[in-house]
């Protein structure tokens, strides 16, 4: 019996705690910015884009994902080259809406920031995009002003697409304004409240394959009474580099697709097909099948068929 009540109080002695130190806890601090490249077959374009968010100020409060859609290069290499990158490996093209979802759900920060392997961001382009995007509750989403390498602006100041304009009707965007509201903005570079995006129960893979899911984020922004600002003091560099998937017949049956599925959702039902009739028949008068076939089949870019 005593040798019982012996090990039991050993058992109720309390257990001395260690405390963690500072240095630990501040490792597991969440990033501030999660930013999403979506590549295929673009290594060389990659490895700039990485370059340049490797030196971004505060650089230890930035994720960097980078998705490989299947490509046949040596972009599946490249966490190798840059071990801070995160990188995901898709066996096939499904489309960028389908990678951009995988890309938002895997990111650790609240706020993602889109970007095209073409565009180089500046030391400052990340950091200041957050300060201001946190400072304004009404702004979902935020962008920098793209120029050239020569110096020329590229971003535009674009209405919403439309069957009469499906580009969205453009006009050159004021330099000297300190911020720019415009009502469609792409995601060749462009700052989201990852709240936001989640609030739509995410991109939506069922009418978009590789296009047009910046036009719905855009039309939810503003029907949300939200806004999109660009901001003119914060530059990056569009480097207009060819698509890598430009010629493709499904790519190209893929665009009109999205821009039907989007124009049925918020223009009625008659708009979007008119405009899928349209693109039918102009594809049969240039004998472009492949094209005709994934037109009248509805076969957007999914990774179900070779590209």
């Known amino acids: 019996m005593a040798e ?33 490249l979506i590549g295929y ?6 490895r700039r884009a990485i370059q340049a968010l490797e030196r971004s100020k505060d650089r230890d409060r930035l994720e960097i994902l980078v998705i490989d859609c299947g490509s046949s290069d040596d972009s599946a290499q490249l966490d190798v080259e840059y071990e801070s990158v995160t990188m995901l490996r898709l066996p096939h093209h499904f489309g960028m809406t389908k990678a951009l979802n995988i890309a938002t759900r895997t ?13 180089e961001v500046a030391p400052d382009t990340v950091t200041k995009l957050a300060d201001l995007l946190e400072a304004d509750n009404d702004t979902s989403a935020a ?6 390498p020569q110096g020329r602006p590229v971003s535009m100041h674009r209405k919403m697409p439309s069957p009469s304009a499906p580009d969205g009707e453009e006009q050159p965007i004021d330099l000297e304004s300190e911020s720019v509201t415009v009502e469609y903005a792409s995601f060749d570079a462009l700052m989201i409240r990852k709240q936001f995006i989640k609030g739509m129960n995410y991109l939506n893979e069922k009418r978009y394959g590789n296009s047009w899911a910046d036009a719905d984020v855009a039309m939810k922004i503003f029907q949300a009474q939200r806004k999109i600002r660009l901001f003119p003091a914060i530059r990056a560099t569009w480097h207009d580099e060819p698509d890598p998937l430009s010629g493709d017949a499904l790519y190209a049956a893929d665009r009109t697709l999205g821009a039907a ?4 959702k918020y223009y009625g039902f ?16 240039r004998f472009n099948f492949g094209e005709l076939s994934a037109l009248v ?10 590209m």
């Open 297 to 306: 089949s509805g076969q957007k870019l999914d990774g179900s068929q070779a």
């Open 41 to 46: 077959n673009q290594a060389a374009a990659l």
């Open 143 to 148: 962008g920098p002003v793209l120029f050239d």
């Open 107 to 119: 990111a650790k920060a609240e706020t993602v920031f889109f970007l095209s392997p073409n565009v």
């Open 261 to 264: 599925a989007f124009f049925s």
């Open 270 to 285: 008659m708009a979007g097909l008119s405009f899928r009739l349209g693109a039918i028949f102009r594809a049969l008068g």
């Open 4 to 36: 019982t009540r012996r090990r039991d109080a050993r058992r109720e002695e309390p257990v001395e705690t260690v405390p963690v130190p500072r240095e630990a806890v501040e490792e597991i601090i969440a990033p501030r910015v999660s930013a999403i």
